[in-house]
């Protein structure tokens, strides 16, 4: 059982292959389904030391990750695919504050770095300026945030002194994807990055960070975590793609993709890249080349380029899709050699577009460094990096290249930064009409210093629903301490093994539950809530499930008899800890909900 916070969606199971379990071995026969971090077994728990871990592909176009494609096992062996449908995600207790339709306050995350990048501390309120759509706003609310990474004492560089203490910030919570783009990175770029990955999870993660290691090629089963030692294995794993055989070096000629580029989009001026192309393919053959063979291969390796660019895209933007509503900061750190867009930049502008109003940030380190180049290829070689650069700069993140010290560029692009301002204001005069609204941070004249903010925030819209002020009933029962038995569900906790934590376990009375008969099928939807709270009551963990059941008739006769049963797994230090575990249908609102006092040991 995975024992750790992850992004949670279930795709179409063609993105997944049956993970072939030993069920004699698990000691069950009744295993229904999983999805990231829920199993779902009739009438028997299997712990996952039971079962294999799940194999995956990916599509012609997009090789998507298998922590964001392929999130489960659709192993199917007692229930169809289309008989049930499973999302977890991370759980937070939401505000008991009022919502409202409008903007009351805008935050915006500075972060100061000096002419060394290193993070600047000591500024104060009256040391920002901030403007919404070119509008200068009044700074209302001020905050810092300090950390000190493991094995390192500082690193800050203070600035003057003050006198009035600002108000420290409480962190929030940190997703950070290392997405590896090893379709674009061979092993001689690729192993420094790795080294430098592992030394950043082994001592840059904050408290509370959660990772997940993705790359562009492969889809490997993989998830949010914070658990170290897995990362390092993770990461040791990567590869670089087999490349295919357009890149091959000793191809006659030899054509770069952006040579190809030129050619094959007629962006070749004087086509002096096509005539250097016949020079070099008539002294590498021995004999003259045709036109025609030089622009052929020019075709192929830039659609080949194109779909491998398209790819790294279209995976990146899965990345951001279900990062989107992820509790807390979101940042993607992609690491690659670069890539050529050529004709996406529709591709690259809507990828930004979509990551500047899911607030994900995309750092990107450009794993070459300093290498040497070819003057004949300088050109090329400069437009790899564009693509990375744009993303960077139109995300809000940071573009770290030109530098051989990849263990700095992970640290300055992964890490949470020392000191962190956060600023926020009240927006006047904003129109609810749904639009983003691009936000500027200045320092004042004289401070030779780089931002690093968010780049604006989207105004709510005139067609919002109604502001609800009160708490669902499920949320509200999440925090409470009664017991309610109105929902056939029963809750028992369990320590599995693996990584320190605990695991919730809802046992489901089918024959009970209201189903809406229609069609064959039985239908029903059940929201599961399972939280840790810390000897003060305070929040410390928890996840949200959902699970839409279209049972046939002959399933829900099986279930009937066999009951239904779910587990979550809550990752948590070692300690005294307070569970609580909500249920509720959707046909008629009824709960269940229970709680008590566990050991993790």
């Known amino acids: ?126 040391d920002f300026e901030i403007y919404d759509s070119g509008k200068k706003q009044a700074i209302t609310a001020f905050s810092v945030q300090s950390f000190t990474p493991r094995g390192d004492a500082g690193g800050a560089t203070p600035a003057a002194p003050t006198d009035a203490a600002e108000p420290k910030g409480q962190p929030r919570p940190r997703f950070v994807a290392l997405c590896f783009d090893d379709l674009h990175l061979d092993a001689a770029a690729l192993e420094p990055a790795k080294v430098a990955a592992e030394r950043f999870v082994k001592t840059s993660l904050a408290p509370g960070d959660s990772v997940v290691v993705v790359t562009t090629a492969r889809s490997n089963s993989s998830e949010f975590t914070g658990d170290v030692p897995k990362l390092v294995e993770q990461i040791a794993k990567v590869t670089p793609a087999p490349q295919a055989d357009t890149n091959d070096r000793y191809m006659c000629p030899y054509i770069r993709p952006y040579e190809a580029y030129q050619i094959a989009t007629h962006m070749d001026p004087g086509n002096q890249v096509l005539q250097a192309k016949l020079a070099e393919c008539r002294v590498c053959s021995h004999q003259p080349c045709p036109e025609s063979q030089i622009t052929g291969m020019a075709e192929m390796i830039w659609g080949h380029t194109l779909l491998q660019s398209k790819n790294t895209l279209h995976v990146i933007g899965d990345v951001v899709n279900a990062m989107a509503n992820l509790p807390g900061q979101r940042v993607i750190l992609l690491t690659s050699a670069g890539f050529l867009t050529g004709t996406r930049e ?15 940030v995309i750092n990107t380190l450009d794993a070459r460094g300093l290498s040497y180049v070819p003057s004949r290829a300088t050109q090329g070689v400069s437009l790899l990096s564009d693509a990375m650069a744009a993303l960077a700069a139109g995300t809000g993140g940071a573009f770290y290249h030109n530098n051989n010290d990849l263990a700095a560029g992970f640290r300055e692009l992964g890490m949470v930064p020392e000191t962190i301002y956060v600023l926020g204001f009240g927006p006047s005069d904003v129109v609810a009409d749904g639009r983003f609204h691009s936000l500027k941070v200045r320092l004042p004249a004289g401070k030779p210093y780089s931002l690093q903010a968010r780049l604006g925030y989207t105004a709510p819209s005139a067609n919002a629903a109604a502001p609800v002020s009160p708490l669902s009933r499920l949320d509200s029962e999440v925090m409470a301490s009664d017991t309610i038995t109105d929902l056939p569900v029963w809750f028992t906790w369990e320590q599995w093994a693996g990584p320190p934590g605990i695991t919730m376990i809802a046992h489901l009375d089918v024959n009970r539950l209201r189903f809406d008969a229609g069609q064959d099928r039985r239908t029903q939807k059940l929201t599961i809530v399972a939280v840790l709270l810390d000897s003060r009551g305070s929040f410390v963990t928890g996840k949200r499930s959902e699970l839409e059941l279209n049972f046939t008739e002959a399933t829900f006769a099986q279930l009937a008899k066999t009951g239904y049963t779910a587990a979550m797994t809550l990752p948590a230090p070692a300690g005294t800890y307070s569970v609580r575990a909500v249920a509720q249908d959707a046909l008629e609102g009824k709960l269940a909900a229970a709680g008590g006092t566990v050991q993790i040991k």
């Open 1 to 126: 059982m995975p024992a750790d916070s992850a992004v949670r969606e279930r795709f179409s199971t063609d993105f997944c292959v049956n993970a072939g379990l030993n069920l004699a071995a698990a000691g069950c026969d009744k295993v229904v389904h999983k999805t990231r971090g829920l199993w779902i077994v009739g009438g028997v728990r299997v712990l996952s030391s039971q079962l294999r871990r799940v194999n995956c592909f990916k599509s012609p176009y997009s090789a998507v990750p298998a922590a964001l494609a392929c999130l489960g096992l659709a192993a199917a062996q007692s229930i169809a695919p289309d008989e049930m449908h499973a999302r977890t995600v991370p759980y937070v207790p939401p505000s008991p504050v009022t919502l409202r339709t409008q903007v009351d306050l805008v935050e915006v995350p500075v972060v100061v770095r000096d002419g060394q990048r290193r993070t600047v501390a000591g500024l104060t309120r009256d």
């Open 346 to 360: 529709t591709d690259l502008d809507l990828l930004m577009d979509k990551a500047l109003h899911a607030q994900v």
